[in-house]
């Protein structure tokens, strides 16, 4: 069990990303796919939030005030991405969702598709997102408005976002002829073309207070929110539920199966665990 003043070391980074380990390894959070960068920016953000500059003084405040430790779990889910393959995600993506949220909109003669990109880290899957509209609506791309919102937590993210630059590593995975239509070397970097770079949006987005996007299609979240207590998943997933327009689809990575009231308000679609529609009034 941590103790304020336990002799942690005088360097911010260690002593920050050592204190959020304790904490949440004894409320029995899994942290082993969590980088120290994800932990100290959450913690640096919460503490900046609250008023409170010094650390052993914030971890006395988090001891004391269980919500503020929700918040801490939350934000740090919430700023995450979750370490595994995008292959299976982008896949679905392409073979299930885009064209039954396509089909959804042209039968109600629609041309606006919004789509959420949550906890996504790096912006190089938003871009991945935009370059498969792209490619997926071909020749038709110029009936629809596509919007790829990406939230981050800070204004240094927000500027970071507005100015994107990828390394060759990024893009690696890409074939060599989407890398040529898509992107234009910057020096050392990558940058987006402006087709896909206009259809990125930029949110700042606190995420144990929102606010959140409103009239939403399609959420796609690539949080780890197995690691969250039921009861912080359960409202995260309201969240995710409220942004979502009627017959809106969303997609988790981890296979979260829901249950309870949202169970009843999110239908499972296919056979992979994670992909659910929110049902319309009349369906409920």
């Not at 370059?131 to 790829?148: A, H, K, M, Q, T």
């Amino acid at each position: 069990m941590y103790r304020p003043d336990s002799g942690l070391r005088k360097d911010f980074d260690q002593e920050g990303t050592a204190l959020i380990r304790m904490l949440l390894t004894d409320k029995g959070v899994e942290l082993t796919s969590y980088r120290d960068q994800d932990l100290k920016h959450i913690l640096k953000h919460m503490m900046k939030k609250a008023g409170i500059p010094d650390l052993n003084e914030y971890c006395r405040f988090l001891l004391q005030n269980p919500r503020e430790f929700e918040n801490v779990l939350i934000g740090l889910i919430g700023s995450h991405q979750l370490g595994v393959d995008d292959a299976e995600l982008f896949q679905t993506l392409k073979e299930e969702v885009i064209p039954l949220l396509v089909l959804q909109k042209s039968m109600k003669g629609e041309g606006r598709l919004k789509i959420w990109a949550s906890g996504v880290s790096g912006m190089i899957t938003s871009y991945r997102l935009a370059i498969l509209f792209r490619e997926l609506l071909g020749e038709v791309i110029d009936n629809y408005s596509v919007d790829i919102l990406t939230s981050v937590s800070t204004e240094d993210q927000i500027a970071q976002a507005n100015d994107p630059r990828f390394s060759p590593s990024d893009i690696e995975s890409m074939t060599n002829d989407i890398k040529e239509r898509y992107f234009h070397l910057d020096g050392d970097h990558l940058r987006p073309c402006m087709d896909i770079k206009k259809m990125v949006k930029v949110l700042l987005v606190d995420p144990a207070s929102g606010p959140w996007p409103k009239g939403v299609d399609l959420v796609i979240s690539k949080e780890g929110f197995m690691n969250l207590p039921k009861g912080l998943r359960t409202r995260r997933m309201r969240h995710f539920h409220r942004s979502l327009n009627e017959g809106g689809f969303l997609l988790m990575n981890d296979r979260m199966v829901l249950n309870g009231e949202l169970s009843i308000d999110m239908r499972l679609l296919g056979e992979r665990p994670g992909f659910y529609q929110k049902n319309n009034i009349h369906d409920c």
